[in-house]
C-alpha cells in the first residue's frame, strides 16, 4: 500500500504513487442554494492533470468549486458547483483547453 500525502488537491482517487493524495474535499464557499453538475472527462491520468482541469473550470464566471473523482486513464467524473447553471460550451472550451475531452454527460 503507498502512503497517502496531502497535497490540497481535490482529486479523491490517484492514478499514480508520485500524484497520490487524501480524500479531502472542499465543500462550496456559499451557503445560498448550489448548482450542482457533473461532466465526464477522459485522459486525466494523475493530480496534475486534476489540477489543471480545476484550474480551467473554477476561471469560468459563477463557478465556486470543482471536486474530481478521478479515474486514471479512464473516464473521471468532474463536479461543478456554482451560484447559476454553467453555459455547456464555457465548460467544454475549460476542459479542452486544460487539455482533456469530454465524455458526455453522467447517465
Do not use: F, W
Not at 1 to 30: F, H, Q, V
Not at 32 to 48: F, I, K, P, Q
Not at 91 to 98: D, F, I, T
Request: aromatic share 0%; glycine share 8%.
Amino acid at each position: 500500500m503507498t502512503d497517502r500525502i496531502d497535497l490540497g488537491l481535490k482529486d479523491t482517487n490517484a492514478g499514480c504513487a508520485c500524484c497520490a493524495t487524501s480524500a479531502a474535499t472542499d465543500a462550496p464557499a456559499s451557503t445560498a442554494a448550489t448548482v450542482t453538475e457533473d461532466v465526464l472527462v477522459t485522459g486525466m491520468t494523475c493530480s496534475h492533470c486534476v489540477s489543471s482541469v480545476t484550474e480551467e473550470l473554477t476561471a469560468i464566471d459563477g463557478v465556486e468549486n470543482v471536486t474530481v473523482d478521478l479515474n486514471a486513464g479512464g473516464t473521471s467524473r468532474v463536479t461543478i458547483h456554482s451560484l447559476t447553471p454553467i453555459d455547456a460550451a464555457a465548460v467544454q472550451a475549460a476542459v479542452e483547453e486544460a487539455g482533456y475531452t469530454l465524455a458526455g454527460a453522467p447517465a
